[in-house]
């Protein structure tokens, strides 16, 4: 299996929150990353944790982390029809370069 | 600066011809990564330099692929021959270490016809 593993799509309302989920498998994981890639451009970090930590704050983002059961969740308060693009997770575990999932395209409607 | 800045952003060609993708990364970076990004397989890390020697190239699909970096600001991806099932969108990123967060370029767009 993958490394790190993402739904494919999600779908939301404009002004609801939206919640990207990862897992992934590497126990040794340093830093976990979101990035953005918007269309025609590439990947742009959006926000990273490290290991040690559980939660991270930055304006309408908020990432959750569980340690435990190697799970990754990227919150967007109030999403924005901006907002909508593809959002990859990643992870720099052994090897300590990142590793990407395949990416979560997030759909924004009125 | 300007960021990661790749040429050119599309290529077309027919199969069989030599593609060469250019990178030029941010100025004090000594990390090179080139990947590549399809809907079959999403993101692929092809190779990557530090210091601009390659370090793992073990993403390198053939031998048809090659990569260089001549000096900290210019790398190269070459595909000789080009086959249609090369056609992706290539992506140059550099940082400053392992562990430290990517600055990717625009991109690539390939079509091998």
């Known amino acids: 299996g993958e490394d790190v593993e993402q739904s494919l799509f999600l779908s939301v309302r404009e002004g609801d929150s939206s919640v990207i989920n990862c897992t992934y498998t590497d126990s040794s994981s340093t830093y976990l990353y979101w990035y953005k890639q918007e269309p025609g451009a590439g990947l742009q970090l959006l926000t990273y944790?490290?290991?040690?930590?559980d939660m991270k704050q930055d304006q309408r983002l908020t990432v959750l982390l569980n340690k435990k059961d190697k799970h990754l969740s990227l919150r967007i308060a109030d999403t924005q029809t901006g907002d909508s693009a593809i959002y990859f997770c990643a992870e720099s575990g052994g090897s300590y370069i990142p590793t990407f999932g395949r990416g979560t395209s997030l759909i924004v409607h009125p | 600066d300007a960021g990661v800045i790749q040429s050119p952003r599309h290529e077309v060609t027919e199969m069989g011809q030599e593609v060469t993708l250019r990178c030029k990364p941010i100025?004090?970076?000594?990390?090179l990564f080139w990947y590549r990004q399809t809907m079959m397989r999403g993101l692929e890390l092809l190779i990557y330099f530090n210091n601009n020697v390659p370090i793992d190239d073990s993403g390198m699909p053939e031998d048809r692929f090659s990569a260089k970096m001549p000096n900290a600001s210019f790398s190269t991806l070459k595909i000789q021959p080009s086959e249609p099932r090369d056609s992706a969108v290539y992506f140059c990123?550099?940082?400053?270490?392992?562990?430290?967060?990517?600055?990717f370029g625009s991109g690539t767009q390939l079509s091998v016809l």
């Open positions: 990123a550099s940082g400053t270490g392992v562990n430290e967060k990517l600055f």
């Open positions: 100025s004090g970076h000594d990390y």
């Open positions: 944790i490290f290991s040690n930590m």
